[in-house]
């Protein structure tokens, strides 16, 4: 037990300081950490920085509206996008972060990390919804065109600002592109008791899981919006991707291993994977979807991203199953300098993911200001883009400036990691 | 060497905006407007009767403020006189502002069994979006509704909702065109993308959607070409006339 403490306290801060990536030859076997009690890796996996850091800036494209560049993004080729991607790799990292701070210091202050954790995403989406005002009260002061009397309807809720803010305080009232930091939240507030479990009992963890994911499918729960409505992310059955992702930190992708290296299920995934891929096609050529035998198309539609449909879980299921097949743990590929930016961005994801949103509506505003033309489009994606890895190059910068401060070192390193990268 | 560069960058980003050139015609292309989905009652009318009464069902956008007559209901009626000479074409308006699907199928029930049109046009999808209804509850009640109105012998195509660039951030319309896509094919009935139709005036620079204005005479124009390209579409789906009816005049 001790062993594998201090392994977990040494091994932890050296993952991020400026000096390099570290040598990921050192960690360990995990077989050893793993035997006693469920205990999390000693070294970041970069491949989770580098996926995430690429989910971020997929998730960025995708929310510019009418973006050509859209074209390139996973959800266009399967049933599953990189919201999937990103609350697997939070859960992940979330596990493995505090997983850390819960075996070392106990489940109380590794909760109060977590729930702290939780408020400054809070205050990160506040401060989102402040800049969607603004651009909200822009619209509805400049633009009019009486073909639209409708569509600004959606603006009345300007008229009662006392009510929106509220709730949107309340995270009930989330604006469109707004709703993945408060699922963050709730799944942060929960997480506490569940890595407790996940500790000591990873696959009772794991099932408890499952089970609420079936019963918000099998009773419809999921929390209410505002106006009406409920939350495009429902929480109840989203979990069940954030819990496995800690799963697999505790150890489950371990015990996974052997199916995960298993020729079959490399078959199995790529089939579905191309399954996924032609049923996709039928969305953007409608001719196409006479092939579709009708029996098929209503068993499988409609693709319900709301409550996580079994689909899009398989699919990106599928797709950690090539991820892991092609791009092992130790490729030494994952140090070349070309994968920097996107794992920076992935080290970063807080920040960098409130930047994308707000970039997001920059570029929106910007389209409609000056052109939507593709010119446009491709110019206002890859400058995004670029701000993204640029904020994200500055914060890796501040935290080796940090770093070099020998008396702060150790405890704000180790504060900030957990903290900050979750 | 850089400047250059920039400048030509830049260049290229004003003739993608000038390149929004606005020609005269509203042009669809075929892929947007016909499918294999057939409106046999339409044509039964048409054939037997001479006459086609048609019901439109829809929110603020199947209206238009200004001058009678300029919204796509009235539109439509004109353009299918027109291109069906020997038949008598009615189009009557239920429309009212802020109808979720589910509000709109209450009213259908009475309007289909007592005026009994040959077709039903549904405009719907913007005022759930706006609502935030759960996209699937949007997605199955409309299947059961044009279920039911099928089986009482009334042909149905689906309006999806306007393209708004304005309020893309604000109106998440993306999961409810889905949603009537889904319920067309199901229920193998034309789609009328209005959505798409739009998109694609807007990225041919047949129609500026993003500048504002308070005159009628863009929003008249748009109208007139919805009317018209869903005359083609209900002709072409009742096979009511020669393969190649353009919506160009």
């Not at chain 1, 599928?318 to 490729?331: E, N």
């Not at chain 2, 037997?48 to 956008?61: N, V």
Request: aromatic content about 12%; glycine content about 6%.
């Amino acid at each position: 037990m001790n062993r594998v403490r201090q392994q977990l306290a040494t091994a932890e801060p050296a993952a991020f300081t400026e000096s390099g990536p570290p040598s990921l030859a050192e960690s360990p076997p995990a077989g050893k950490v793993a035997s006693i009690p469920p205990a999390p890796p000693s070294k970041r996996d970069l491949r989770l920085d580098l996926f995430r850091g690429l989910a971020l800036w997929l998730i960025f494209l995708d929310h510019i509206p009418t973006n050509i560049v859209s074209w390139i993004t996973i959800r266009n080729y399967g049933f599953s996008d990189a919201t999937e991607i990103f609350i697997f790799i939070s859960g992940f990292t979330a596990a493995f972060v505090y997983g850390n701070a819960m075996n070392e210091r106990g489940f109380l202050v590794a909760g109060a990390r977590i729930l702290r954790r939780a408020w400054q995403i809070y205050v990160a989406h506040v401060f989102l919804f402040a800049i969607y005002m603004a651009e909200i009260a822009y619209v509805a002061s400049s633009f009019e065109n009486p073909l639209y009397a409708e569509e600004m309807g959606a603006l009345d809720f300007l008229k009662q600002p006392d009510v929106t803010i509220i709730q949107a305080l309340l995270l009930k009232f989330k604006p469109v592109n707004m709703d993945v930091l408060p699922l963050y939240i709730v799944l942060l507030l929960l997480f506490p008791p569940i890595l407790w479990l996940l500790l000591r009992r990873p696959t009772l963890a794991l099932s408890a899981s499952v089970v609420l994911y079936a019963a918000s499918w099998e009773f419809g729960w999921n929390l209410q919006a505002y106006p009406s409505g409920t939350w495009l992310f429902n929480p109840f059955a989203w979990q069940l991707l954030f819990v496995f992702g800690a799963w697999c930190a505790m150890g489950g992708a371990e015990r996974l291993s052997g199916v995960l290296r298993s020729r079959i299920t490399l078959a199995v995934a790529v089939a579905y994977l191309v399954f996924a891929f032609l049923i996709t096609m039928t969305w953007h050529v409608p001719v196409l979807g006479q092939f579709v035998p009708e029996r098929l198309a209503s068993l499988i539609y409609p693709i319900d991203k709301t409550n996580l449909d079994v689909l899009r879980f398989a699919h990106f299921l599928a797709l950690g199953v090539l991820i892991v097949w092609f791009i092992p743990r130790h490729w030494s590929g994952l140090q070349w300098p070309i994968f920097r930016p996107a794992i920076w961005c992935g080290q970063h994801s807080l920040e960098i993911f409130c930047l994308g949103v707000f970039l997001a509506f920059a570029a929106h505003f910007i389209m409609g200001e000056i052109s939507a033309g593709v010119l446009m489009q491709v110019a206002v994606s890859i400058a995004g883009v670029a701000i993204m890895i640029a904020a994200a190059g500055l914060l890796v910068w501040y935290k080796s400036i940090e770093g070099r401060n020998p008396g702060s070192r150790t405890k704000s390193t180790d504060a900030d990691l957990a903290g900050g990268e979750a | 060497m850089r400047a250059p560069a920039i400048a030509l960058f830049i260049t290229c980003l004003l003739a993608g905006g000038a390149a929004a050139q606005r020609p005269d015609t509203c042009d669809v292309p075929g892929y947007l407007l016909f499918d294999d989905n057939e409106l046999s009652r339409v044509a039964t009318a048409v054939k037997e009767k001479q006459q086609l009464d048609i019901a439109i069902i829809g929110t603020g956008s199947s209206t238009l403020a200004g001058p009678e007559g300029k919204a796509y209901p009235a539109r439509l009626e004109a353009a299918l006189n027109a291109q069906l000479p020997n038949v008598a074409v009615h189009v009557t308006v239920h429309a009212a502002p802020r109808q979720t699907a589910a509000k709109m199928w209450e009213d259908l029930q009475k309007i289909v069994s007592e005026q009994k049109p040959a077709l039903l046009v549904w405009q719907t999808g913007t005022v759930d979006a706006m609502r935030g209804i759960e996209p699937d509850e949007f997605g199955s009640i409309l299947n059961t509704a044009v279920e039911k109105i099928q089986a009482a012998g009334t042909d149905v195509v689906l309006m999806n909702m306007q393209y708004s660039p304005r309020t893309e951030t604000m109106i998440a319309v993306g999961p409810y065109a889905e949603n009537m896509r889904w319920v067309s094919q199901q229920r193998k009935i034309p789609l009328f993308d209005r959505l798409g139709i739009m998109r694609h005036w807007s990225d041919t620079g047949v129609f500026d959607f993003y500048t504002p204005t308070k005159a009628f005479g863009v929003a008249q124009k748009v109208h007139e070409c919805i009317g018209r390209a869903l005359a083609t579409q209900i002709i072409d789906a009742a096979q009511l006339g020669p393969m190649t009816a353009k919506v160009a005049q």
